[in-house]
């Protein structure tokens, strides 16, 4: 790293350290390809619309759905929803049970549309394997 930014290590390092203490740097991931890993995981994207909280807006009812163990990120967006959460559980009946049970019954929440993944192409930058295809038939002489 200290090659491509024309600096030396320990400078790298000590801008690393302060984006880390000024929480610019959050965290470190590991992307997991979980087609492979555990196949039966089902992943869910659910779009939340909510009625803001007075003096405190989404932030109450966001941090209060992020909460939840099973919900791996909470978004605020624009268009026809507030909220995009997405969930991952071991089972179709597991993220049912938290969209009815856990979800619904927040106050906050007036309706929720859940989206299930079906394949991964593409997730936080990196391409899972994909088994190209010709997209023209071949020619045979």
């Known amino acids: 790293m200290a090659l491509l930014l024309a600096s030396t290590e320990q400078e790298v390092e000590k801008k690393i350290k302060h984006l880390e203490s000024e929480g610019v740097i959050i965290g470190y991931t590991t992307v997991v390809n979980q087609e492979k890993w555990n196949p039966n995981t089902v992943t869910a994207v ?3 619309k909510v009625t803001p909280e007075r003096d405190g807006g989404f932030d109450r009812v966001a941090a209060r759905i ?3 163990p099973e919900v791996i990120s909470c978004y605020l967006v624009s268009g ?3 909220l995009m959460v997405l969930i991952q ?3 179709l009946q597991q993220v049912a049970g938290f969209v009815a049970e856990k979800l619904s019954t927040i106050e906050a929440v007036q309706s929720t549309a859940t989206s299930f993944r079906l394949k991964t192409y593409k997730e936080n930058g990196l391409f899972h394997a994909l088994d ?3 997209e023209r038939l071949a020619v045979s002489p």
């Open 46 to 48: 659910i779009e939340v």
């Open 66 to 68: 992020a909460s939840f």
């Open 80 to 82: 026809g929803c507030d």
């Open 89 to 91: 559980g071991e089972t």
């Open 132 to 134: 190209p295809k010709p």
